[in-house]
């Protein structure tokens, strides 16, 4: 079989060191709460030939690309409708998963965060998340408050997800090799269905904050509630950077009350 080129407009980097295609695989640790798992962008299969090794959970495969599409066809002849030629990005879960599951992928980095919106999309199916970003992302998404580098990611993800950091991937185990550095990070789901707040306030009220952050809450949320209603509370005179998702729950019902 001829080899897949990749492609520019694609955020292709083709992951060639199969140690860490192992150990990226290796990384799903909660594959007794789901039966099936995706992987995103499979390329050429590298990750895909240690998933399809194991008996549990069932891999499906999803790639836009449709050259990568047909040579894991003829790569792998058994998978049949295993295999989707389809955008992640577009794909109902509900209609192709009959319940939970995990995600994984080297996943190109110039869609990363949608991926990620994607999973928060789909917190009531995903169960476990491990993949490959590139490293700034992967430290936005696992750091914790206090930090330059956390921000709104930061607080979506950890309010549904624990977060942790699992290793660094130079370039040169790609082709091509991107100009950054990447990094694997695990997703795995926490127990909170739902927040103890108003949830779209609570969206709202994050990305606000963020959006100002060199300013204090009580500025930056002035678009949502005037200063003179808010009440007086040490939470509000932070930026949005120093709060956990708990303070940003119960800044979302100071403000709720407010309005």
Not at 46 to 64: E, G, R, T, V
Request: net charge positive; proline share 4%; hydrophobic share 40%.
């Amino acid at each position: 079989m001829s080899l897949v080129k990749a492609k520019k407009h694609l955020g292709q980097h083709f992951l060639t060191d199969k140690n860490i295609a192992e150990k990226i695989v290796n990384s799903l640790k909660s594959t007794d709460k789901y039966k099936d798992v995706l992987e995103v962008g499979p390329g050429m299969g590298i990750l895909s030939d240690f998933l399809l090794s194991k008996d549990n959970p069932q891999a499906h495969l999803i790639d836009i690309d449709t050259e990568s599409f047909n040579f894991l066809k003829k790569k792998y002849p058994l998978l049949g409708e295993r295999l989707i030629n389809g955008d992640f990005l577009e794909l109902d879960f509900k209609e192709t998963f009959p319940g939970k599951l995990g995600i994984i992928g080297n996943f190109p980095y110039n869609i990363s965060s949608q991926i990620l919106f994607k999973v928060l999309d789909n917190r009531d199916q995903v169960v476990e998340l491990v993949g490959m970003f590139q490293k700034e992302v992967a430290e936005r998404c696992a750091e914790k408050p206090g930090s330059k580098e956390y921000g709104i990611l930061s607080v979506f993800l950890q309010a549904f997800y624990k977060v942790e950091y699992l290793f660094s991937v130079k370039p040169g185990v790609f082709n091509p090799p991107p100009k950054v550095t990447s990094a694997v990070i695990r997703l795995t789901r926490n127990e909170v269905e739902k927040l103890d707040c108003d949830e779209k306030l609570f969206w709202q009220v994050v990305k606000a904050g963020f959006n100002q952050r060199r300013k204090t809450l009580r500025n930056a949320l002035s678009s949502l509630v005037s200063k003179d209603s808010m009440q007086d509370d040490p939470l509000l005179e932070l930026r949005a950077e120093r709060l956990s998702v708990n303070e940003f729950v119960r800044l979302t019902n100071l403000i709720s009350v407010s309005r």
